[in-house]
């Protein structure tokens, strides 16, 4: 076992089409927060849209890279497949319920580990999953449950996940050509689950719109990051230089499995350049661009909130 362990997941990243469908949905139907309204620091021409709880405490964002005309991606081996919300088990009845009364398709849910576990499908077609959890709120409160990482082979991102990154085995499930690994991270903080996922003769996954660019865990701060970088490059990894994402700095390798990992630093945070009651309102730029705001705003396609 690892004598360092990580502590979750700070956010997820994925890749929308239009982004005014992505913000109805994920705004009205999963209850979150438009938290951040910025540009792909890449691609200032698009938008990257951030959603939280309330506060956008870390292992509750969930972010796009809304991307207009690209073909649908294909999940598969060598990709994170799903992310799941917490949802209270005491108010998992009704939270689905009211989504199938918007209009939702609702799938399930079934059994996973012990826990309900239900599915929607986004204006992509990508898969959320709620997992009735104890103790949790509604998704709006509740932050992420988990990852899905689907991998050709288990064994060496489960090695490096529990050899180097601390996360624990919970246990499996398998049936007729599929097996499930489940790990998690020691204590009780948001995003502490990943599974690892393998079915036979799956078509290698696809990059596109419905799909996960990459997951990113919890580092504490600049020199815990750093600390992290050290150990997986001890690992083996191909691991960036600090790379500054304006609300938090971040290194980025692939997993042996071929999944884009992430480790980001939970300061400064999403109020660094607006007031917490006024987050995702207005549009948020590096300083880099400012000088070209109008071109930029010329450019995006208006949304509202």
Known sequence: MADKRMTGLHHVTAISGPPQANVDFFTKLMDQRLVKKTVNFDDPGTYHLYYGNQTADPGTILTFFPFEGVP???PGPGMASAY??????????????????????????????????????????????????????????????????????????????????????????????????????????RGTVVDLFRRDGAPRGQQGTGTIHHVAFRAEDDADQLDWRERMLEAGMQVTPVIDRQYFNAIYFREPGGVLFEIATDPPGFTRDEPLESLGQSLKLPEQYEGIRDRIEAALPPITA
Do not use: N
Request: charged share 25%; net charge negative.
């Open 72 to 74: 649908r991606g294909r």
């Open 84 to 189: 799941s919300y917490a949802v209270g088990d005491a108010v998992f009845g009704d939270v689905l319920a009211e989504m199938r009364a918007r209009g939702a398709g609702v799938s399930g849910p079934e059994e996973r580990f012990g826990q309900q576990v239900a599915s929607v499908s986004d204006p992509d077609g990508a898969t959320v999953e709620l997992v009735a959890t104890p103790g949790a709120h509604g998704p709006a409160e509740g932050g992420f449950h988990g990852v899905t990482l689907w991998q050709d082979d288990l064994a060496p991102t489960q090695a490096l996940l529990v050899d180097r990154m601390g996360y624990e085995e919970v246990g499996s499930e398998s049936g007729d050509g599929w097996e499930r690994l489940r790990l998690k991270a020691p204590g009780d903080a």
